[in-house]
């Protein structure tokens, strides 16, 4: 039986499909904003600011290299400030394994972690039901929210396309119903229940991809800030090029260690939160109208999150995420910044090449 529940949590081809998408997406998203944000800034700039930036074709041949790396160096370092803290007390090795394994304990995990909260709305809603003012002032508030409320079942049905036939479509309009204390109904509740373990996954997807969007966009700016200075007009390619180069050199060594083993948190913790909403929307949990029916969907629900918990799969697939990490970590440390200094030798030999 627990082999059984164990299997159902097992990662599946389309959950890694959706989270390299979702990286994916995010990422494009982030460096189409950053790049705007660059350019937008960089026109509007005072003449003084702009004349000190635009500096002459014969500086930038003696001095590209070191302009770059100290723009890439300021944005780096903002981006790993938390590593960078820890790295005084650990060493940086450790501090960058130490925050990696947060990032896919709170994702695996907290996905299931959370769906603990219904204990809390449970006591609550109990609460008004014994509270008639208390109750009165919380409707009225959460009445403000109802366009949220729409908007997440929506989210939720396009979350879950399969399940749709069993979508959020009844009311409970009884006045004996434990949903009247609220602003909201249980449909509403439903859907914001099968989401609910999504916020884990879809938060240290979009904290990556942000990180990664981001500072490719700064090198890519100042790559083609750079081209067009030092070449002209057909240097903006060339510095575009040379810029993805030495981001790709920065970041491949690692990444290609460190992105699959985040991959699979999030593959874990959205297999669980497909079996965590099929289980509400089939089993139609959180329509009870009575307090004893709204336990025991609670109950269920509960029950689903501790043989997840207690899969030996899960805990299997959370070791070799934490050794690709500590893997990687070492790369990033170690080798990476070896690989990045020889592109960015190479790179100067071209460059001068280019200018000759």
């Not at 449970?122 to 109750?135: G, N």
């Not at 479509?169 to 004996?176: A, G, M, V």
């Not at 029916?293 to 609670?298: F, N, Q, R, T």
Request: proline share 3%; charged share 15%; net charge neutral.
């Amino acid at each position: 039986m627990r082999n059984k529940e164990s299997s159902q949590f097992k990662i599946k081809r389309t959950d890694v499909i959706w989270s390299v998408k979702l990286f994916t997406l995010f990422t494009i998203l982030s460096f189409v904003f950053s790049i705007s944000i660059y350019t937008v800034a960089f026109l509007f700039s005072q003449p003084e600011f702009v004349n000190a930036v635009l500096i002459s074709t014969a500086q930038a041949a003696t001095s590209e290299v070191d302009v770059v790396n100290e723009a890439i160096i300021s944005t780096s370092d903002a981006a790993t400030s938390k590593v960078d803290f820890g790295a005084r007390y650990i060493g940086p090795l450790y501090s960058v394994f130490f925050f990696n394994i947060i990032a896919i304990f709170v994702t695996s995990i907290g996905a299931a972690a959370i769906t603990y909260s219904h204990r809390i709305v449970f006591k609550e809603l109990l609460l008004r039901s014994r509270h008639p003012f208390y109750s009165m002032i919380s409707c009225n508030m959460e009445k403000l929210s109802s366009p949220f409320f729409s908007f997440v079942q929506k989210v939720a049905l396009h979350i879950y396309p399969d399940i749709k036939k069993n979508g959020l479509d009844e009311k409970n309009d009884s006045p004996n119903s434990i949903w009247k204390h609220c602003g909201y109904t249980g449909e509403d509740y439903r859907a914001i229940a099968s989401v609910l373990p999504l916020i884990f996954p879809v938060l240290t997807l979009f904290l990556n991809s942000f990180i990664a969007g981001t500072v490719l966009a700064f090198f890519v700016f100042n790559g083609i800030l750079w081209g067009s200075q030092t070449l002209g007009f057909g240097g903006i390619l060339v510095g575009a090029d040379f810029a993805f180069i030495y981001y790709f050199a920065s970041i491949l060594p690692h990444g290609i260690i460190e992105l699959p083993a985040i991959f699979i948190a999030t593959s874990i913790a959205y297999r669980f939160a497909r079996v965590h909403s099929e289980e509400i929307t089939e089993g139609r949990l959180f329509e009870a109208e009575k307090e004893e029916d709204l336990k025991e969907d609670i109950r269920r629900i509960e029950n689903i999150t501790e043989s997840y918990l207690r899969s030996g799969y899960l805990w299997r697939i959370f070791s070799i995420a934490i050794f690709m990490l500590l893997v990687a970590a070492y790369i990033e440390i170690q080798l990476t910044p070896k690989i990045a200094g020889n592109v960015i030798d190479l790179m100067g030999l071209l460059i001068s090449n280019l200018l000759i």
